[in-house]
């Protein structure tokens, strides 16, 4: 069965500073990938999603995901935090006809003056 | 992106009561629509995957005789939870997508709170 993994619980970054998030997944297929934020009693807005072609894929927002399929990985980056990106950000891989989505656990972004 | 609303944001009821939450699709034609649920500080758990004009197909764990899920239009979904107890206390998400779409947009959510 497909997972999704987010080993960080929460991260600290100061403004202005660059930022990765990662996320590893298990998929016996080529995977859907998607990061979606999700601001404090808000629903999720998509930040950027990969299905296939350049393994760089730009977002909104300023983000950027890489996949790297010998990794199983698909990190979140953005090279300058902003204070409005504290929030919590959430990677999930889609599978199924229906694309049903998994997510993982989900990271804490938390942006220091 | 798609724009997907929902109501109520929030609603507190009373143990035992019924609540129905609506999930609308406003700018595009939904013919699946998903609902999660979301506990304080944690993922979301899907609940249901619902075609348009069919019955919904639930997770394993998810009761459906509680969690009631009709989707009779393309751009609307209800999830009513019948009997409601505290522990149904919870932030529900729906999310849709169109036919042939890849990409699922998410509704605001809501929060229910079960006295």
């Known amino acids: 069965a497909q997972s999704v993994t987010q080993p960080d619980i929460h991260i600290t970054v100061s403004e202005g500073a660059s930022l990765e998030l990662r996320c590893n997944y298990s998929?016996?297929?080529?995977?859907?990938l998607f990061w979606y934020v999700q601001s404090p009693g808000q629903g999720l807005q998509l930040l950027l999603k990969y299905f296939s072609g350049d393994t760089l894929v730009q977002g909104i927002k300023g983000f950027e995901a890489e996949f790297k399929r010998s990794q199983s990985s698909f990190n979140l980056r953005k090279p300058s935090v902003h204070w409005s990106d504290a929030a919590e950000y959430f990677c999930?891989?889609?599978?199924?006809?229906?694309?049903?989505?998994?997510f993982g656990t989900g990271t804490r972004l938390l942006v220091s003056p | 992106g798609a724009v997907v609303s929902q109501h109520p944001s929030w609603v507190i009821c009373k143990s035992g009561t019924s609540v129905k939450i609506e999930c609308r699709s406003l700018?595009?034609?939904?013919?699946?629509m998903f609902w999660y649920r979301q506990f304080p500080k944690q993922s979301l758990m899907l609940m249901a995957t619902s075609n348009e004009g069919s019955k919904a197909t639930y997770e394993q764990g998810v009761e459906k005789d509680k969690f009631l899920i009709n989707h009779a239009s393309l751009t609307l979904s209800t999830l009513t939870v019948t009997s409601a107890h505290p522990e149904d206390s919870s932030f529900y998400i729906c999310s849709e997508k169109g036919m042939a779409a890849d990409t699922q947009y998410f509704g605001p959510g809501t929060r229910l709170t079960v006295l």
């Open positions: 998929y016996g297929a080529t995977p859907y």
């Open positions: 700018d595009f034609q939904a013919t699946t």
């Open positions: 999930a891989v889609g599978a199924g006809g229906f694309q049903k989505l998994v």
